[in-house]
């Protein structure tokens, strides 16, 4: 029985069907992973599609909107370049925000040298020089929203 298993047309019927079965199955395994491929490029070519009409619809939209470029405007009522606040509630309150930052550093400057001595002579006993501070700035009717209320001490 294995002489017949072994030899003969059946053994060449047999390795035909089993080379045949292997091209197959190796056939089969090669048009799954090329339409795996297809598919994926497929939809990767529709991605890229789907994002250039996003684009262009994106670019439609702001075009079309005339509030879309109002936003592009500097972050500080403040220019650099001359160096000057801008004429609008947000650029006097910056002002005057600079202007108590000034302020409040001449007060510290006064108070230090009060604390220090400064200015005192022991060998005489009087000040040799004077401290003093400037007066406090006080802030703009445009910063205050047109209308000025603001008690003097």
Request: no cysteine; net charge positive; aromatic share 6%.
């Amino acid at each position: 029985m294995r002489e017949r298993m072994l030899t003969g047309q059946h053994a060449e019927d047999v390795n035909v069907y089993e080379r045949e079965t292997k091209k197959y199955n190796r056939d089969e395994v090669t048009e799954t992973r090329r339409a795996q491929n297809y598919q994926r490029e497929e939809k990767r070519w529709n991605g890229v599609q789907a994002g250039e009409l996003a684009a262009q619809e994106r670019t439609r939209r702001m075009m079309a909107d005339p509030m879309m470029g109002r936003k592009n405007v500097q972050g500080q009522p403040y220019n650099i370049v001359s160096q000057a606040y801008d004429n609008t509630p947000g650029g006097a309150q910056l002002e005057h925000h600079d202007n108590m930052i000034k302020y409040r550093s001449k007060v510290r400057q006064a108070t230090l040298a009060m604390q220090n001595h400064l200015g005192y002579n022991p060998i005489i006993g009087q000040m040799t020089h004077e401290i003093s501070l400037p007066p406090k700035p006080r802030p703009s009717s445009l910063a205050m929203g047109g209308s000025m209320r603001i008690n003097s001490p």
